[in-house]
């Protein structure tokens, strides 16, 4: 097996994973911030063995290493909290759908702190996801996503949208250090800033629970991260992009096969436009150059 076979079949695989986290925060019934403490206890003690086996904790550490992926790591944090929290209130796959408006916000932040040039392309698709968010908010939602509850949930997707991309930026200035090293320390992060809200007195009883939440940190967050970074390592960017785009279509096709939660048109047409967009964008799709004018 090639290298770019086998780093498609990494990346389908992370985001087939990924796909399905929704459905799993969901089944788990288990309040966020518990949830998300266990999912950074089981997923750092994954990534903590993957770093140590592959050498990554001998002379890599440094104070400005660890300032700076903690920095990253706050701002995953709150983007874990806000992305879990819209589950429930605009749905899994409005939630999902307006989360991918991040490569926009991260267009915007690149351009803020990184002096990234911003182009007509760039906008015009920028202008489509925006759209697409709009028509998404002012839909009519099912009976259980409605009120100020839907809205809260389509504008906690957005957060988190946000808190990601701002989390991607931070961890740019840390492009020469391990991205697995940097995972495990934003991991960190997560169990110190969790810890003292998490129901650590109320321990889970029943082994389902367990194996949820074991499952949130060993699968969705360990494995998904080594196969994410094994795959980009071994990808063009181009194609890293294309198969992004499982992530969003697996999410709403679980939402309707487990939950059976259909979109509204107007729902439809808004997520279709965001994931255009946010294709556009990934993949550098341009405008249509007009032809040269015709002599007279």
């Not at 090293?181 to 998490?198: E, T, Y």
């Not at 991260?225 to 980009?232: F, R």
């Amino acid at each position: 097996m090639n290298s770019n076979t086998r780093g498609t079949l990494e990346m389908s695989a992370a985001m087939v994973i990924s796909g399905t986290i929704g459905w799993a925060v969901v089944q788990s019934a288990q309040p966020i911030v518990d949830l998300l403490f266990w999912r950074c206890i089981f997923g750092a003690a994954t990534l903590l063995v993957v770093c140590a086996a592959l050498g990554m904790l001998r002379g890599t550490l440094s104070l400005r290493l660890i300032g700076i992926a903690a920095l990253g790591g706050a701002a995953l944090v709150l983007n874990w909290v806000l992305i879990f929290a819209s589950f429930s209130r605009a749905s899994i796959s409005i939630a999902t759908a307006v989360y991918n408006t991040q490569p926009f916000m991260l267009v915007a932040l690149g351009a803020l702190f990184c002096s990234e040039r911003l182009t007509a392309t760039k906008f015009m698709w920028l202008a489509v996801a925006f759209g697409g968010v709009l028509l998404i908010a002012q839909a009519q939602p099912d009976a259980r996503y409605s009120g100020a509850g839907y809205a809260a949930g389509v504008l906690m997707a957005l957060g988190a949208a946000f808190f990601y991309a701002l989390a991607a930026i931070i961890t740019k200035k840390l492009s020469a250090a391990p991205p697995h090293l940097i995972a495990l320390i934003q991991l960190c992060v997560g169990i110190l800033v969790f810890a003292p809200f998490a129901r650590l007195s109320h321990l889970p009883s029943d082994p389902g629970t367990w194996t949820a939440l074991v499952a949130m940190g060993v699968v969705y967050t360990g494995l998904v991260y080594v196969l994410l970074y094994g795959a980009i390592q071994k990808l063009p960017t181009h194609l890293t992009a294309a198969l992004s785009f499982i992530f969003p279509v697996v999410a709403i096709g679980i939402d309707f096969l487990v939950f059976g939660h259909r979109l509204h048109p107007m729902q439809f047409v808004g997520a279709a436009a965001i994931l255009i967009a946010a294709a556009g964008m990934n993949l550098g799709w341009s405008l249509p150059r007009s032809k040269a004018p015709l002599p007279l």
